[in-house]
């Protein structure tokens, strides 16, 4: 176990608090250049000639122009209710309940992430193993969106994770020892941890752009995530701390999120259910 919590260092809720990132500063807003187009030509007699009008493209400089990217996460962007599991930043094989509180999912691992992130502050959630069966696994944390949802937190550079099999940490798809394993019936505590100056490195709503009746985003160049001097990521086992499992991790916009494994003839799967607070 490496290090501990203590009550000086972080203060854990008592119940998760939900995630809310109405203090996110805005981006820029910006437009696509416009075209316009000239009038229907008329005969004399006031009537509209049977010509097509040609569309006046103004003179405009490369630097104009902007690069745009189409909107995949839509329904997460513009989703302004409490935290759920999202029915889009998911591996499409797994399986939401009513509610988006509870994630089921067979066979390889696969993850599922929240609608809300967060790149600031400090953060915690809880997810009850509802159900693992005979050969179910899961792993617990954060990620961000460039997070691999066709394989398991911890699997790259973008998540961080805890494991029930011999309870140890997984980052870039490094295994280490940790604390406790955990399995089916327990509950996890996931805490994140990120002091103020880092970058969120993450659209928001004010980047949108709208073009022909869609939705895009600016794409603009952006440097490398550095090191976030202070930043940690623990978790909890049934209310008990088991330490510190990840300190100074890269600044950026991260997401709670779950991975589920079961052996192909578990055709029921596995069950995790979250708890963002209210």
């Known amino acids: 176990m490496e290090g501990s919590l203590s009550t000086d260092q972080l203060q854990l809720a008592a119940a998760p608090a939900p995630l809310d990132l109405s203090e996110t500063e805005p981006s820029r807003k910006r437009s696509l ?15 509209k000639s049977k010509g097509s009008s ?29 935290v759920l599991l999202s029915k889009s930043d998911k591996a499409s094989q797994m399986l939401l309940s009513d509610n988006r509180m509870s994630v089921t999912s067979s066979k390889g691992y696969r993850m599922a992430r929240a609608t809300h992130g967060a790149f600031q502050g400090t953060w915690y959630f809880e997810v009850k193993i509802t159900k693992l069966g005979k050969s179910g696994h ?20 973008h998540s961080f994770a805890y494991r029930d099999l011999e309870g140890v ?9 940790y604390a406790e394993p955990f399995t089916e019936g327990d509950i996890i505590g996931c805490l994140l941890h990120m002091p103020e100056g880092g970058r969120a490195f993450e659209k928001e709503k004010s980047d949108i752009v709208t073009w022909k009746g869609e939705l895009y985003f600016v794409d603009e160049p952006t440097a490398d995530p550095a090191k ?15 330490g510190i499992a990840y300190r100074d991790i890269n600044e950026g916009t991260y997401s ?13 799967g596995a069950t995790v259910t979250f708890n963002f607070g209210t």
């Open 33 to 47: 250049p416009p075209t316009t187009e000239g009038p229907p030509k008329r005969s004399k007699k006031g009537k």
């Open 54 to 82: 040609k569309a006046v493209i103004p003179e405009l400089n490369p630097s104009d122009y902007v690069r745009v990217v189409k909107v995949t996460n839509k329904d997460d962007l513009l989703h302004e209710g409490p």
């Open 138 to 157: 899961v792993r617990l944390g954060w990620s961000t969106r460039k997070g691999d949802l066709q394989a398991p937190v911890g699997y790259d550079q």
């Open 169 to 177: 940490k997984v980052h870039q798809a490094n295994r280490e020892a």
């Open 228 to 242: 976030l001097e202070g930043s940690l990521v623990a978790f909890t086992k049934n209310g008990q701390t088991q």
């Open 256 to 268: 709670p999120a779950a991975s589920i494994y079961t052996l192909p003839e578990q055709k029921d």
